[in-house]
T-cell receptor
Framework: AQSVAQPEDQVNVAEGNPLTVKCTYS??????LFWYVQYPNRGLQFLLK????DNLVKGSYGFEAEFNKSQTSFHLKKPSALVSDSALYFC??????WGSGGSYIPTFGRGTSLIVHP | EAGVVQSPRYKIIEKKQPVAFWCNPI?????LYWYLQNLGQGPELLIR????????DSQLPKDRFSAERLKGVDSTLKIQPAELGDSAVYLC???????????FGPGTRLTVL
């Protein structure tokens, strides 16, 4: 069974400082990995994804994430945080499938609340 | 391009009453998902459609929940009868295919009294 862990319920960072939101995963085969952001009373918005290729993935709003197969991690990063980045961030994983025994059902983490202080 | 549309945005009902949610996905998106999101949790899949065919519905409580996507475009999720524990946000999402990123609607916040 596939799973996602976001070990931090909340991350606090000062504006202008770099931020990291952690995500680790478990799948039976190779993963598709996603990050989404959710603002209050809004649906989730796609930020970036890793399917294959370069381990460093760049996405929307200056965010990037690094796929680390040996550590089964896909941490979200941004070099300089903005107050407007304050939101709920979700990591999601699904197995590539294709006979690996994995599931096409995406599994989401519990979410990490990012708070950027002015 | 219009995003995923959901209605209503908010719904308050008494327990044992029926309720229905509607979703219109992004044009051309074959895959449609219904999720349930409880406060402080990530979305949990209820059902996934590939065109008009329901797949991955193992998490749908079929004794009270039903869904349809008759023409492979818009979809309806129904609860009958609603229970107190059904209070949550119901999210609809669509994607060009099951391996792609998903585009989410704003959700319907259901409160069962």
């Amino acid at each position: 069974a596939q799973s996602v862990a976001q070990p931090e319920d909340q991350v606090n960072v000062a504006e202008g400082n770099p931020l990291t939101v952690k995500c680790t995963y478990s799948v039976s085969g190779n993963p598709y990995l996603f990050w989404y952001v959710q603002y209050p009373n809004r649906g989730l918005q796609f930020l970036l994804k890793y399917i294959t290729g370069d381990n460093l993935v760049k996405g929307s709003y200056g965010f990037e994430a690094e796929f680390n197969k040996s550590q089964t991690s896909f941490h979200l990063k941004k070099p300089s945080a903005l107050v407007s980045d304050s939101a709920l961030y979700f990591c999601a994983v699904r197995d590539i499938g294709w006979g690996s025994g994995g599931s096409y059902i995406p599994t989401f983490g519990r979410g990490t609340s990012l708070i950027v202080h002015p | 391009e219009a995003g995923v549309v959901q209605s209503p945005r908010y719904k308050i009902i008494e327990k044992k009453q029926p309720v229905a949610f509607w979703c219109n996905p992004i044009s051309g998106h074959n895959t449609l998902y219904w999720y349930l999101q409880n406060l402080g949790q990530g979305p949990e899949l209820l059902i996934r459609y590939e065109n008009e065919e329901a797949v991955d519905d193992s998490q749908l409580p079929k004794d009270r929940f039903s869904a349809e996507r008759l023409k492979g475009v818009d979809s309806t999720l129904k609860i009958q009868p609603a229970e107190l524990g059904d209070s949550a946000v119901y999210l609809c999402a669509s994607s060009p295919g099951s391996g792609h990123e998903q585009f989410f609607g704003p959700g319907t916040r259901l409160t069962v009294l």
